[in-house]
């Protein structure tokens, strides 16, 4: 899977979890600093199921 904004070898995680849900599927969220300096996180969220990863 491809990330939309760019994550390199300088980039920082911020933020990860997964929330599940009753269905058996889950929500994840997945927060980036592109640059360490950087002020600003990137956020993307992802449908999570047992045959697919998609990007919300």
Request: no cysteine; aromatic share 12%; hydrophobic share 40%.
């Amino acid at each position: 899977m491809e990330l939309p904004y760019a994550f390199t070898a300088d980039s920082a995680i911020a933020d990860f979890g997964v929330t599940p849900n009753p269905d058996g599927t889950a929500r994840a969220i997945l927060s980036w600093f592109r640059v360490r300096s950087d002020k600003t996180d990137s956020t993307r969220y992802f449908g999570l199921t047992p045959a697919q990863i998609s990007l919300d």
